[in-house]
């Protein structure tokens, strides 16, 4: 059996009729830069993560950068964010001069360590981005207490975790602004590049509304630069389509995941992170016992919207032999991530300052392992992956020392 780490058609190819009509809706329309399909996605978008504003733009990553650009973050500013994230947290802050500082992650959730954060804290710290990775919520109160404490921003990066709610409340509404991303991979997927700025306040949403057409106003008056950030009508229109239909894939990704972790927990060797033991690498460690590998959990007080399943594999290479025993079995898998920031070679001239700590987050770089758990897997595929795990515990040797 193949089972891949994400089908985009399993999704898309059943919308095919709605697609199409949208399509031809917009090629009719003769529109296409900004208007009213890209006005309603953004009404949709913030509605639906409640927050006031929603600003289209062209990709996740244009997203974070635009906002940063609205909060005027700028060389001799320095902006806290998760040494293990997707790259594009961290390249936005560097982009704009900024100094990014590498902050540590929590071995149970994943999510940035708000203890280690609030020890790099600066009077220079402009801004903090958490980032609600794999689809879960970073541990939102205590951010936004830090950051009012020392008078500093919060950017959510919700590239993962469009839907996904902290004490009932929607990513990416907490902070100044939230961002997210259509890339196909992510829980809401387009058809190429797109992403979303949300925010509450009328001036900032002003602001980036205004960045993103070459800060001008009027037309070919500039107040100052910006750029093309735009999200395309057509880009808006399809995924108006999918909107329709993404409470659905989201309960499918949890009742998947939930599946996993059933069926998963039963195994000899597979223990669940244990949530009490947020942030604390020691006392997780001890709690895990001989555990080989470490099941994902999702905080009571989370709704979690699983953009991905992520094991820990404990042990010297052996993520990697259980990579490979699942590649075998023709089983899509991936690591998120390999390498964190402050191991980025790119990073390497930053200031000691900015990368040092972090040990958690490297532990975790060796040890990820990111399963399907995408919509549309059926049951008989995840008993498939639960079947080459539990051969593996038992064909592999235990964790040698
Ligand atoms: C995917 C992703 C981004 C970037 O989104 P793009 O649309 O690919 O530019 C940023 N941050 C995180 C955490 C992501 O997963």
């Not at 199409?20 to 830069?33: E, M, Q």
């Not at 309603?40 to 997203?63: L, N, P, Y």
């Not at 009077?123 to 830090?146: N, W, Y």
């Not at 975790?161 to 196909?184: L, V």
Request: one cysteine or more; a negative charge; aromatic letters at 8%.
């Amino acid at each position: 059996m193949k089972v891949p780490l994400l089908d985009v058609n399993a999704q898309n190819i059943p919308l095919e009729e709605e697609l199409t009509a949208a399509f031809s809706r917009v090629l009719r329309s003769g529109r296409f830069i900004m208007g009213p399909e890209v006005e309603e996605f953004e009404k949709e978008v913030a509605d639906f993560v409640g927050a006031r504003h929603g600003i289209g733009v062209s990709s996740g990553t244009d997203a974070i950068l635009l906002a940063l650009m609205a909060l005027d973050i700028g060389p001799g500013d320095e902006v806290l964010c998760p040494t293990f994230t997707f790259f594009a947290t961290a390249g936005c802050i560097s982009r704009l001069g900024a100094t990014p500082v590498f902050v540590d992650a929590c071995p149970v959730c994943f999510n940035i360590d708000v203890e280690d954060a609030a020890r790099k804290m600066t009077e220079r710290t402009k801004a903090i981005i958490p980032v609600h990775l794999f689809g879960q919520s970073a541990e939102m109160d205590e951010i936004m207490i830090l950051a009012k404490e020392h008078g500093c921003h919060v950017v959510e990066d919700g590239a993962q975790a469009i839907g996904a709610r902290y004490r009932g409340i929607g990513c990416g509404s907490m902070g100044d602004f939230g961002t997210f991303s259509f890339f196909p991979s992510k829980n809401l997927g387009g058809f190429g590049d797109g992403g979303m700025v949300v925010c509450n306040d009328e001036d900032l949403a002003e602001r980036a509304r205004m960045l993103r057409m070459h800060g001008s106003k009027p037309k070919y008056f500039h107040r100052e630069v910006g750029g093309n950030f735009r999200l395309d009508p057509l880009q808006a229109a399809l995924l108006r389509v999918k909107m329709e239909h993404y409470d659905r894939y989201s309960r499918a990704r949890q009742a998947n995941a939930a599946y996993y972790l059933e069926r998963l927990s039963a195994l000899e060797g597979v223990e669940s992170a244990s949530p009490t033991h947020c942030c604390c690498a020691e006392a997780q460690e001890e709690a895990l016992g001989a555990a080989r590998i470490i099941l994902p959990v999702c905080y009571e007080h989370n709704e979690h919207i699983w953009n991905q399943f992520t094991l820990r594999v404990r042990g010297s290479g052996e993520r990697d032999l259980l990579r490979a025993h699942l590649t075998e079995r023709e089983i899509g898998s991936e690591v998120y991530y390999p390498l964190t920031m402050d191991q980025q070679q790119c990073f390497a001239g930053l200031p000691a300052s900015s990368r040092e700590g972090n040990e958690v987050a490297h532990q975790l770089a060796g040890e990820v392992l990111s399963i399907p758990v995408y919509p549309e897997l059926g049951r008989e595929m995840q008993d498939y992956v639960v079947t080459a795990i539990s051969d593996f515990l038992e064909k592999e040797p235990p964790m040698r020392e």
